[in-house]
Structures are given as structure tokens and as C-alpha cells.
């Protein structure tokens, strides 16, 4: 009897805690690394308008994130921008996306590194601001 009411016990648990996790929105933070002075732009046909963060930012955060892609502009203090695209399809396994900016040990790059869930590595790789467009980014991990 007492082994019978702890296993209900531990599946209420269970399923309360499967509705939470299934219910938390998915989030992409967007982390500037030793780049002062840079802007970031973030834009999707899931936003109501184009997400700005200014230069003091330092984590930009975009929440909820819903299927679709989203292009990040990384504007920087000489007047480049580097343009990325991001698809977010995770059907709701990845809850939080970091994005890592920062310069480059090479001249002239600049270097991504992106996670899911403060642990899993998805991507790292570096461009130049001269090899990205508006419509031709640097694509990321599309998870």
C-alpha cells in the first residue's frame, strides 16, 4: 500500500513537471564579449517591429521565440554590421539559446559560439563583416 502511494506520488510529480518544462517559453540570449560599443538588431516575421539593443547592453534577450528565423545584426562601433540568421525549431527540447559574440583571434573576424541549456554546444565559427549581407547572413546553428 505505502509502495503504491509513493509511485502515484512520484508520477504526479512527473507529470507536473513535464507540463511545466512543456509550458516555459524558449528564449535566445545574445551575449557581446569585449566588443564595446556595438549594437545588435533582431528582426523576424515572428516580432511585432525589429528589436534594437543598444551599445550598453550586454545580454540581449529575445522571449518567447516561436518557429521561424531570425536575423541578428551585430552593428559595430566602425560602422560595419554582420549580418547572422538563426532558425529556431527545437519543438520545444531547447529552452534557452546563448548566442556568444566576440572578436576573433584572426584580424578582421569575428566569432560565434552558440548553446542550448547552458551546456549543450551547437555551433562556433567565425566571419567577416565584408562576407555577410541583409540577404546573404552568416548562418548559425538553425536548431
Known amino acids: 500500500m505505502k509502495l503504491s502511494i509513493f509511485a502515484a506520488l512520484g508520477a504526479l510529480v512527473i507529470v507536473i513537471g513535464a507540463l511545466f518544462w512543456r509550458h516555459t517559453s524558449s528564449s535566445l540570449h545574445i551575449h557581446l564579449q569585449a566588443i564595446s560599443g556595438a549594437s545588435v538588431t533582431v528582426e523576424s516575421a515572428n516580432l511585432a517591429e525589429r528589436l534594437q539593443f543598444s551599445p550598453s547592453t550586454s545580454e540581449s534577450l529575445i522571449s518567447p521565440l516561436a518557429h521561424g528565423v531570425y536575423r ?15 532558425l529556431h525549431h527545437d519543438a520545444g527540447v531547447r529552452r534557452r539559446t546563448d548566442l556568444f559574440i566576440s572578436f576573433s583571434t584572426r584580424p578582421g573576424y569575428v566569432r560565434f559560439h552558440q548553446t542550448a541549456n547552458d551546456s549543450e554546444e551547437l555551433f562556433s565559427g567565425e566571419t567577416r563583416p565584408e562576407d555577410t549581407t541583409e540577404e546573404k547572413p552568416f548562418h548559425l546553428n538553425w536548431i
Open 72 to 86: 541578428i545584426g551585430l552593428h559595430l562601433p566602425d560602422g560595419r554590421t554582420i549580418w547572422t540568421a538563426y
